[in-house]
Structure formats: C-alpha cells, structure tokens
C-alpha cells in the first residue's frame, strides 16, 4: 500500500494587489475555500492573510496537482466573491502564486506564520513578503508578477 501526506504553502493575491477582502468578512471567504478544499480530497490545515493575499497550508492527495487546485479553487472563489455582496470591490485574483513544499517538521511554524499574519504585516508589505518567501525557498523572481497591472 502506498501513502502520501504532501503539505504546501500557498500564496496569492488580489488583482493588482488591491484590498478587496474586508476583514470583517475575511472567515466567510474562508469558510467557503474550506469547502472547495474539502471537495477536492484535501485537508486545510489553516487559511489567513490580508486584504490583498491569502496564505494556505493545506494537504493534498497525490492525484491533485497544485496547479490544478489552484486553478480551480481561483475560479470558483472568484464567483462566489463576486456574487458576494460582501465582497463588492473584488474584481478577481491576481495571476499565478506560490507554493511552496512544507515537511512535517515545518508545519506548526508554517500554521503560526499564517494565524499572525496581521501582526506580521505591521511591518512587512506583501511584495516584500512574497520575494523574501520565493528567495528563501531557492526560487528566483519574475518581477512581471509584481506588477500592479496583471
């Protein structure tokens, strides 16, 4: 029998990095990415981020590929999201995002780092962020990507 536990963090962002998730309905987007998660064969370990980007650390079976998830999980949040009168300056997600591979070791710090997400933005901007995480991850950056006009 073979058995498969793959961790990622995974990154994103609004379009054009614009502040469309409201914080005080931020539980309810994450309510419903729990269910698209869930509906996928995944497990959500802990979701968070800012008004602009989200954080995931999630599992996933070996027949799902990220990209795939991914895919899926923009599109159909950001139907809900417009559909959400809760939501009502969300245009869409930005292009792409980050994952990145966490090993069982790395996973409580990973699900720390998301739960202070707020306190961790008094300091650091999101871009910052993002290039600090793909750097530190052996990734190099496409600064097409940090543009403000995808």
Known sequence: MSYSI???HIVFRTWRSQMTIPLDHERELYAYILGIVNNMGGTLVRIGGMPDHLHLLLALPP???????????????SKWLKDN???????????????FTVGRTEKEMI?????????????????????????EHGGNINEQYFLKDD
């Not at 699900?111 to 290039?131: G, P, T």
């Open 6 to 8: 793959l961790f990622y």
């Open 85 to 99: 009168p809760n939501f009502p300056h969300f245009v869409k997600w930005g292009e792409g995002f980050a994952a």
């Open 63 to 77: 027949q799902r590929a990220v990209s795939d998830v991914m895919r899926d999980l923009k599109q159909s949040s």
């Open 111 to 135: 699900r720390q780092y998301i739960i202070n997400q707020k306190a961790h933005h008094v300091s650091e901007q999101f871009a910052d962020e993002y290039r600090r995480l793909i750097l």
